[in-house]
């Protein structure tokens, strides 16, 4: 493990990368191209999570008040072009989606359309509501490829709407082909039809700069330790509780807040806003669920605050060029036909890419050979990236392939030396 390098705020605002990455708890030695599945603690959040923990081991005071976190909500809310209201510190994407899937007012009259290429969690959520309420579940799968538009990906939706559909459900960037989704197009297309939508947003948060009201979505649920770099257990839940006319103006959905001890003891809850004022707190409601972990909300925040004093528009920068570096030496290497991620239309490129490793066409469908082949890159190489499967549209098999995801931390000397060892290991095993 690294030595503990801490620079101050004004530091990291003109800081080199290479001085920044040296800010991470990262191991010298392996090569870390996976943040899509666990990004890399700065020292000083580790610091953090390990003090409060120590504050509040054998501490008498009472838990209760600080689990509703209202001044890290509050800070990591502003993060995100919303209020305190509105933001919830849960424990990771999962059981944010979990918690807004079980609270919305869904019956065997509904419809959700969503797309085959979501993640398990989303996925296995609405399945549960289906079994549960009755609930039909529409599935579209979404076209892959460099040539891939945004224009392709807002059909794809507008197709399979149904007078019935009553949620529409997508990833902020799909987590199998690195497909940053055109969030506010959809949203869009969802508010002309009075649709709700839900966004699996488990890689947004640290990856761009965003302001969910300006995207006009009604629900999102993130991660807090992929590309926000906070600890374990740590994931943001929003829900829009307000109306900015100018952003959405559907009205608010009802919504029942799962899992919270604040919910009324007798009666229903105030009735919704119909303006820019809430009438209640929901993330108050939905944050007390009991004791919490004031130690990982601690760190949570302290991520946040590093990722401000560094810039959030310059890490987006920053990753996505490395995204679009990683896209033209896998081209480079394996061609652009061997590309499941869009390349030539730059509205919908994310820092993830997911490529055929092999020539051979039918070795897209092995699992046994992809997963050997990520396997020996990590134990040979310590290279770390994963596989990831998912449907192509026409295709009779489920496809599997070779998954890298840069973060502000990598380098594009460690692209080149990963791309270069990937594509022998391809000709080795071929």
């Known amino acids: 493990m690294t030595q503990s390098v801490r620079l101050d705020a004004d530091t990291?605002?003109?800081?080199?990368?290479?001085?920044?990455?040296?800010?991470?708890?990262?191991?010298?030695?392996?090569?870390?191209l996976n943040t899509g599945t666990i990004g890399a603690m700065p020292h000083e959040v580790v610091e953090v999570y390990e003090r409060v923990t120590r504050e509040w081991t054998g501490s008498l005071a009472n838990i209760y008040p600080p689990s509703l976190y209202p001044e890290y909500r509050a800070q990591i809310a502003a993060d995100f072009g919303v209020d305190q209201d509105?933001?919830?510190?849960?424990?990771?994407?999962?059981?944010?989606i979990a918690r807004i899937i079980a609270g919305l007012d869904l019956g065997p009259d509904d419809e959700v359309l969503t797309t085959t290429h979501e993640c398990f969690s989303v996925l296995s959520n609405f399945n549960l509501a289906h079994n549960r309420f009755g609930v039909k579940v529409n599935l579209v799968t979404l076209p892959s490829g460099p040539d891939?538009?945004?224009?392709?990906?807002?059909?794809?939706?507008?197709?399979?709407?149904?007078?019935?559909?009553?949620?529409?459900?997508f990833a902020a960037t799909t987590l199998f082909t690195g497909t940053r989704m055109p969030i506010r197009e959809l949203c869009d297309l969802a508010q002309r039809h009075g649709v709700i939508t839900m966004i699996d947003a488990a890689l947004m948060p640290g990856m761009v700069d965003v302001n969910l009201r300006e995207l006009g979505v009604d629900f999102m649920a993130g991660s807090g330790s992929?590309?926000?770099?906070?600890?374990?257990?740590?994931?943001?839940?929003?829900?829009?509780?307000?109306?900015?006319?100018?952003?959405?103006?559907?009205?608010?959905?009802?919504?029942?807040?799962?899992?919270?001890?604040?919910?009324?003891?007798?009666?229903?809850?105030?009735?919704?806003t119909?303006?820019?004022?809430?009438?209640?707190?929901?993330?108050?409601?939905?944050?007390s669920a009991g004791s919490a972990?004031?130690?990982?909300?601690?760190?949570?925040?302290?991520?946040?605050?590093?990722?401000?004093?560094?810039?959030?528009?310059?890490?987006?920068?920053?990753?996505?060029?490395?995204?679009?570096?990683?896209?033209?030496?896998?081209?480079?290497?394996?061609?652009?036909?061997?590309?499941?991620?869009?390349?030539?239309?730059?509205?919908l490129h994310a820092p993830l890419v997911a490529f055929k490793p092999f020539r051979a066409p039918e070795d897209a469908w092995n699992i046994k050979k992809v997963m050997?082949?990520?396997?020996?890159?990590?134990?040979?190489?310590?290279?770390?990236?994963?596989?990831?499967?998912?449907?192509?549209?026409?295709?009779?098999?489920?496809?599997?392939?070779?998954?890298?995801?840069?973060?502000?931390?990598?380098?594009?000397?460690?692209?080149?030396?990963?791309?270069?060892?990937?594509?022998?290991?391809?000709?080795?095993?071929?």
């Open 12 to 32: 990291l605002a003109t800081a080199s990368w290479e001085s920044i990455r040296e800010i991470f708890a990262l191991d010298p030695g392996t090569t870390h």
């Open 86 to 96: 509105e933001m919830v510190i849960c424990h990771n994407s999962t059981e944010g």
């Open 148 to 169: 891939v538009t945004v224009e392709d990906v807002v059909h794809t939706f507008e197709a399979a709407l149904t007078p019935r559909t009553k949620v529409m459900a």
């Open 226 to 272: 992929k590309f926000q770099c906070g600890p374990l257990g740590t994931g943001l839940l929003y829900a829009r509780n307000k109306v900015f006319p100018e952003h959405n103006p559907l009205p608010l959905p009802r919504f029942w807040p799962v899992i919270s001890t604040w919910y009324p003891l007798v009666g229903d809850t105030p009735a919704r």
């Open 274 to 287: 119909k303006t820019a004022v809430e009438t209640y707190n929901m993330g108050d409601y939905l944050q």
């Open 293 to 347: 972990s004031i130690a990982r909300a601690a760190a949570l925040a302290k991520a946040c605050e590093i990722w401000n004093a560094i810039g959030r528009g310059r890490i987006e920068d920053r990753i996505m060029e490395l995204g679009r570096y990683a896209k033209q030496r896998v081209a480079e290497h394996f061609g652009e036909s061997s590309l499941y991620t869009p390349l030539h239309d730059t509205r």
């Open 372 to 430: 050997a082949f990520v396997d020996r890159l990590e134990s040979a190489h310590r290279i770390w990236i994963r596989w990831v499967e998912f449907e192509v549209p026409g295709s009779p098999h489920m496809h599997y392939a070779a998954r890298i995801c840069t973060h502000l931390f990598n380098s594009h000397d460690e692209i080149d030396r990963t791309l270069k060892i990937m594509a022998g290991l391809a000709d080795e095993m071929a």
